[in-house]
């Protein structure tokens, strides 16, 4: 029964959403402009364990044998082959697309998202030209497999990235995203909108003359900037909206694509060009900035974890530069050490503070890790803090050594030590 529901649940998304593609745009080839079916399909697929893949299927070739029937007034057997070119050609490009599972948001999993949805796209298109030339032997072959392949990759990429972004999402009362951050994609999508309404108007061409066909970029870096200030989950609904909206207003006749076809549906065909090729990059920017983004957060994250275990255990760390002897200490150190040890910036203010018949033996013991002849040291010494008070640290000093084997920094570790004279 669960696989069933499941089955039924799909196939009742498509409908639904193919529905809506019919509403957004028309086409004078069989293909609409965005079939956001091949989206329902490729998502489900991609976010469902690969033992729900039959039932998604079944769903998905249920529900376009019904389009085919309903919509291209294809015959039972003509509608099966149909249906099967969906749900075969989405299965293939999937299965690329869930490699490694990795997350579409990361970069190994854009790319394979990418080369899925290329795959599912043109294997579709090559399919559709032979159930057409069955079919439809009048219709233009060479259109209907371009328009099915810019029409299924337009969908996968415009309504995917919705699907996998809102995965497991739940409301949040707190926790969002800064209030200036909302406002500035906000304005940055108002901006996109303005900038569609005036470029994407109906005879574009008798308005702005010859350069109109220029304009049609006028509207995506703001788009762009908007995907970027909302994150993950704004940034896929806007690109959906944007690239239904511009679609939506090409085939209705607006926009500089149509302002000269050398073939009827021309103008479609380049739209589609046009928003599959930007939906491509956006994808791309955001899994590579999440990417960074998200490694420079687990960095923070062991390093908070590494100096939080140190400051517990009451050890500081420093870090030498090899060369100019710049001092770095570890996040805690002040806690460990003194509070003044944070205004220590390098080794001969350190040195400054060693009493003065320790201090040679200190300073040669840094020179030699620091040059390499010694790999590590460790000895004890006292250190006279800021307000006068004497403290006995034991060090622990080891060389970072280059790719060029060179001697690069000089890491340390002190744990304070009872003075010789402290009776505890």
């Known amino acids: ?26 086409s004078v080839t069989e293909t609409m402009p965005v079939w956001l079916g091949s989206g329902v399909t490729f998502s489900a697929l991609l976010i469902s364990p690969r033992w729900r893949w039959p039932a998604i299927l079944a769903g998905v070739w249920l529900a376009s044998m019904i389009w085919g029937m309903a919509a291209h007034g294809l015959n039972p057997v003509g509608a099966a082959a149909f249906a099967s070119i969906e749900a075969v050609s989405g299965a293939m490009g999937c299965w690329v697309a869930s490699l490694g599972r990795n997350d579409p948001d990361t970069p190994a999993g854009m790319a394979l998202f990418l080369c899925g949805a290329a795959l599912a796209s043109c ?83 008798e308005r702005y003359g010859q350069v ?21 989950r704004g940034g896929a609904v806007a690109l959906l909206l944007g690239g239904l909206l511009i679609i939506g207003r090409t085939a209705h006749g607006g926009g500089p694509f149509a302002v000269a076809e050398g073939f009827s549906g021309e103008a479609v065909i380049e739209v589609q060009g046009f928003v599959t090729i930007w939906a491509a990059v956006m994808i791309a920017v955001r899994a590579l900035s999440d990417g960074r983004r998200q490694a420079l957060v687990d960095a923070q994250a062991w390093r908070l974890r590494y100096e939080r275990i140190m400051r517990e255990v009451g050890v500081a760390t420093v870090e030498y530069d090899a060369a100019t002897g710049h001092a770095t200490w570890g996040m805690g150190a002040d806690k460990v050490l003194g509070e003044d040890v944070a205004r220590i910036s390098s080794l001969d203010e350190w040195l400054e ?39 006995r640290v034991r060090e622990r000093l080891a060389c970072v050594r280059g790719a060029d084997d060179e001697v690069e920094m000089v890491v340390g570790m002190l744990r304070p030590e009872p003075l010789e004279n402290d009776n505890g």
């Open 353 to 391: 503070r060693i009493e003065p018949d320790e201090r040679g033996l200190v300073e040669a013991t840094w020179s030699s890790v620091a040059s390499g002849e010694t790999w590590a040291s460790e000895q004890s010494y006292t250190v006279v803090q800021a307000d006068g008070e004497r403290l």
């Open 1 to 26: 029964m669960q696989q069933l529901r499941t089955g039924l649940l799909v196939a009742a998304l498509f409908l639904a959403v193919a529905v809506v593609s019919r509403s957004l745009a028309s």
């Open 212 to 232: 109109a066909a220029t304009l049609a970029y006028l509207p995506m870096p703001f788009l762009l900037i908007a995907a970027a200030l909302w994150g993950a």
């Open 123 to 205: 294997l579709g298109g090559a399919l559709a030209m032979a159930l057409w030339q069955w079919q439809r032997p009048g219709l233009n072959l060479t259109l209907e497999g371009v328009a099915w392949v810019l029409s299924t990759m337009v969908g996968i990429l415009l309504l995917t990235p919705v699907v996998t972004a809102f995965r497991g999402f739940h409301l949040q009362l707190s926790g969002g995203m800064p209030m200036m951050q909302f406002l500035g994609g906000g304005a940055a999508f108002l901006l996109f909108l303005c900038a569609v309404a005036l470029v994407f108007i109906d005879r574009s061409g």
